[in-house]
């Protein structure tokens, strides 16, 4: 079992910068990848991000390159998301996710054993 706790969540303007948390807890964190997803109102849940198990490979959406960057301390058995020039359609309830598995790949294509409570972030025009 993984148990997963995000934070960092707000209100922020247009253009400005979030950085997301998650906690994770009860297995060894560095042998499994981790994955940001979001889901805004009304809309189906999305992935956002992945880093593999080492943090040595990072994958984004098309919608968030190059403004968002995914990281992990695995000292720390946590993974972030710091998020730079948000715009209002990056509002949405964003949520940890892994499948204690190795492959990111599994991840992005929505394979998904365990999910955080999620934290809302809302960004206003």
């Known amino acids: 079992q993984v148990q997963l706790v995000e934070s960092g969540g707000g209100l922020v303007q247009a253009g400005g910068s979030l950085r997301l948390s998650c906690a994770a807890s009860?297995?060894?964190?560095?042998?499994?990848?981790m994955g940001w997803f979001r889901q805004a109102p009304g809309k189906d849940r999305e992935f956002v991000a992945t880093?593999?198990?080492?943090?040595?490979?990072?994958y984004y959406a098309e919608s968030v390159k190059g403004r968002f960057t995914i990281s992990r301390d695995n000292a720390k058995n946590t993974v972030y998301l710091q998020m730079y020039s948000l715009k209002p359609e990056d509002t949405a309830v964003y949520y940890c996710?892994?499948?204690?598995?190795?492959?990111?790949?599994?991840?992005?294509?929505?394979?998904?054993?365990?999910w955080g409570q999620g934290t809302q972030v809302t960004v206003s025009s």
């Open positions: 996710a892994t499948n204690g598995g190795s492959s990111a790949s599994r991840l992005r294509r929505g394979e998904v054993d365990y």
């Open positions: 009860g297995r060894t964190f560095s042998s499994y990848a």
């Open positions: 880093i593999a198990h080492s943090g040595g490979s990072t």
